[in-house]
């Protein structure tokens, strides 16, 4: 018997292809003696050692991977509490009004929200540069932490609050040894997804960065205008697989914790 064509696995696959074949095409040319993007004329690593001698470039790395951890953690802190205020509170339509009101940033186009900011910072003095980029990262990474800790806390039953003080837990007890612990997989979500955001922004961050200060993400725009150089494709590369790496990591990670806690429902 001839097996059937299953369309839903040949659609996804040719979606993984046109989503792919131009980044191993970077890939690819980022090896290339030629110095462009047409004719393989033989096999260098001249463009990756050009990055890593690149001074600059390196410092724009360090500060994007700094606003990145900073932002991802202050998000993910305010965004746990806006989680927990939307969730304790006993109105629908004051709890409604609120989820609207995070969902704002999240559907909004970059362009509006990252003129917005700029706006607000001309307005209230604050200069553009580190600062500026930081408090952008949080407002917009902050929704999205909420929407990855809600679902958490709607999922747990409220008993297990109810026993908690009827054993005497205090408010700090229940929120660090009942709440927390629960939700835990809904803040590394939250984290890694504002971390994720953080790192790959353009469209806000070009708003809001100042002389003198630049992400990754501006600074490969800069660079892509100012004409094709296989330094770009290099530095893509290496971000490239140092996000599959990640990816691999907290897949195997997961794994494990998915494990041990098979291993400790079965006790």
Do not use: C
């Not at 109105?91 to 990252?114: H, Y």
């Amino acid at each position: 018997m001839k097996r059937k064509i299953k369309w839903p696995h040949l659609y996804l696959m040719i979606v993984f292809i046109i989503l792919y074949t131009p980044i191993f095409y970077l890939l690819f040319y980022s090896f290339n003696s030629g110095g462009t993007m047409h004719d393989f004329e033989g096999f260098t690593l001249e463009w990756y050692k050009e990055v890593f001698q690149d001074t600059r470039l390196l410092i724009i790395v360090l500060n994007t991977l700094i606003i990145a951890l900073l932002s991802a953690l202050i998000s993910t802190i305010l965004g746990v509490l806006g989680a927990l205020a939307i969730y304790y509170v006993r109105k629908r339509q004051v709890k409604n009004a609120l989820l609207t009101f995070n969902n704002v940033l999240i559907v909004s186009p970059d362009v509006i929200i990252g003129a917005s900011f700029l706006i607000l910072f001309t307005m209230a003095g604050i200069k553009l540069g580190f600062t500026s980029v930081l408090l952008s990262h949080i407002a917009f990474s902050v929704p999205i932490v909420v929407l990855m800790v809600l679902p958490k806390l709607q999922e747990m039953s409220p008993t297990l609050v109810d026993a908690a003080r009827d054993l005497g837990a205090s408010q700090w007890d229940v929120l660090t040894k009942v709440i927390l612990p629960f939700i835990t997989p809904g803040i590394f979500a939250g984290f890694f997804m504002a971390l994720t955001y953080s790192l790959d922004d353009f469209a806000v961050t070009f708003f809001v960065t100042g002389n003198g200060f630049s992400t990754l993400s501006v600074e490969i725009y800069s660079r892509a205008r100012q004409g094709i150089s296989l330094s770009v494709n290099a530095l893509s590369t290496i971000i490239f697989l140092v996000t599959i790496l990640l990816v691999i990591g907290y897949y195997f990670v997961s794994q494990r914790n998915n494990r041990l806690n098979g291993m400790g429902g079965r006790k």
